[in-house]
């Protein structure tokens, strides 16, 4: 059976197009774009929000990255996605890297990045400022986990840090600053040398971003 994931470079394809590359999964990749003229026909059948990842797989599909990541985990018999005692805690950072640390890096890069690449407006410095303020308290307690150890769960790498720095691969436009946190930083970098999450597209068609006025 055929499965394909579809995707684009923004930071939620981008982390399912890595995760397929560590997984090594067997799912044929596809840039996709469902807003673009005369593709939302196509793809609302895959995903009525018309929005990427989208995995499809036989007449099924899936959407949502994090959906996508467990059911990649699935098929290749892997732990990343873990299934045993750590998965409550695998889940606790899924989702408080959603409310917290993810929802700050998202928006000072909405501000700094995405309105500026797509012409929306002038950066908003109450908006950036309040985004910054949220960074700094869940930057803290992030640093606080990683301290000591590589990975956010104990039994090593997993979904939750590929899922915390989904957002990290555009700091070169968010300009946040990691380096106030040395336990961050250092997880930063593990992640960045790993060819999957530092270079997902590599090899295949990948149109890149507009860039950012400097």
């Not at 409550?88 to 409310?99: E, G, H, L, V, Y």
């Not at 109450?126 to 039994?155: K, P, Y």
């Not at 790498?157 to 957002?167: E, I, K, N, Q, V």
């Amino acid at each position: 059976m055929t499965c394909t994931l579809y995707y684009s470079r923004n930071p939620n394809p981008r982390l399912a197009v890595a995760v397929a590359r560590y997984l090594a999964a067997p799912v044929e990749l596809e840039w996709a774009a469902p807003l673009a003229p005369g593709q939302a026909d196509r793809f609302r059948a895959l995903n009525p929000s018309l929005r990427v990842p989208i995995l499809a797989e036989g007449a099924g599909s899936l959407w949502e990255a994090d959906a996508i990541a467990c059911r990649l985990s699935q098929m290749q018999g892997s732990d990343f996605w873990r299934s045993g005692a750590d998965l409550p805690d695998m889940i606790r950072w899924i989702s408080w890297a959603r409310d917290h640390f993810m929802r700050a890096c998202d928006i000072v890069h909405f501000e700094r990045g995405t309105k500026q690449r797509y012409g929306l407006g002038p950066v908003d410095e109450g908006v950036l400022a309040q985004g910054l303020s949220l960074f700094h308290e869940s930057a803290a307690v992030l640093d606080a986990q990683l301290r000591g150890r590589e990975w956010l769960l104990a039994s090593g790498l997993s979904y939750a840090d590929f899922r915390m720095a989904a957002f990290l691969p555009f700091n070169d436009v968010a300009r946040l600053p990691l380096s106030d946190y040395p336990a961050v930083e250092r997880w930063h970098q593990r992640l960045t040398s790993m060819p999957a999450w530092a270079d997902p597209f590599a090899g295949l068609n990948a149109p890149q971003l507009p860039p950012v006025p400097r």
